[in-house]
């Protein structure tokens, strides 16, 4: 019998253990991870801003695990802000309400004023689109008082924003077109497609609808006129009323 070819000599390689986790005694690696987290988070708002919501989704839920490992409540709230943001234009009314108010008790429990009055807002938007026009009315006063009082920019805004879709949706076009205009003044408004298609997009709508090219573009340069603080310290006293919402 023709005899069999000895098997080559291969010498066995040394598996060496992995090595332990380094100690982190400066927090170097936490810092790396926290600032990880927050980077996923603004990722996704960048993508949601695009509609590009599969990919906004993946990275807020990233980002969002990481910071509940470390306790970081701002960029929690503001993971559960996005994913609130995701819920609604995906039609899913009652989970993004509740996100809205988890991330909404996440600011308030770090004491985080400006980013609190932004969740009001989500939350005014979320209850006027359920048509619960007594609760809206509570977070748009909520949202405009603390907006007022920082200032912050962003959280008046978008509470008059809101404000202007409820009037164009009651007939109001010209004030409705006035206070859309006043909004887009600020670039991230004018620059967000979930306020186009949600708030301006429909504003437009009516106003071409309703009003004539001259008196759509009076109604702008109306608006474009106004001063925010002042505006919405007006509406702001106009919500106390008891004759607000005319419905």
Not at 171 to 191: I, K, R
């Amino acid at each position: 019998l023709a005899r069999l070819p000895l098997p080559e000599h291969r010498p066995r390689r040394h598996r060496h253990p992995r090595p332990a986790l380094l100690p982190d005694p400066d927090g170097h690696l936490a810092r790396h991870r926290r600032g990880l987290a927050d980077l996923y988070v603004r990722i996704s708002s960048t993508e949601g801003r695009l509609t590009q919501y599969a990919a906004a989704r993946i990275h807020t839920e990233k980002g969002l695990t990481v910071a509940r490992e470390f306790g970081d409540l701002r960029v929690v709230g503001s993971a559960l802000d996005n994913l609130s943001n995701f819920a609604f234009v995906e039609g899913r009314y009652t989970e993004a309400e509740q996100l809205a108010q988890e991330s909404l008790a996440a600011y308030q429990k770090l004491g985080v004023r400006a980013e609190e009055g932004q969740a009001y807002v989500s939350l005014a938007f979320f209850a006027f689109r359920r048509n619960d026009f007594s609760k809206a009315k509570e977070h748009f006063s909520q949202a405009l008082h603390i907006g007022l009082k920082l200032p912050d920019i962003g959280t008046v805004s978008g509470a008059l924003s809101i404000i202007a879709v409820f009037l164009a949706e009651a007939g109001d076009t010209e004030h409705a077109v006035e206070l859309d205009a006043l909004c887009q003044l600020n670039p991230m408004t004018a620059n967000s497609s979930f306020y186009q298609k949600w708030i301006g997009g429909p504003i437009a709508a009516a106003a071409l609808t309703n009003l004539s090219l001259e008196a759509i573009n009076a109604a702008q340069a109306r608006g474009r006129s106004f001063e925010l603080w002042q505006t919405g310290a007006a509406w702001l006293e106009k919500l106390q009323s008891p004759g607000w919402p005319p419905r």
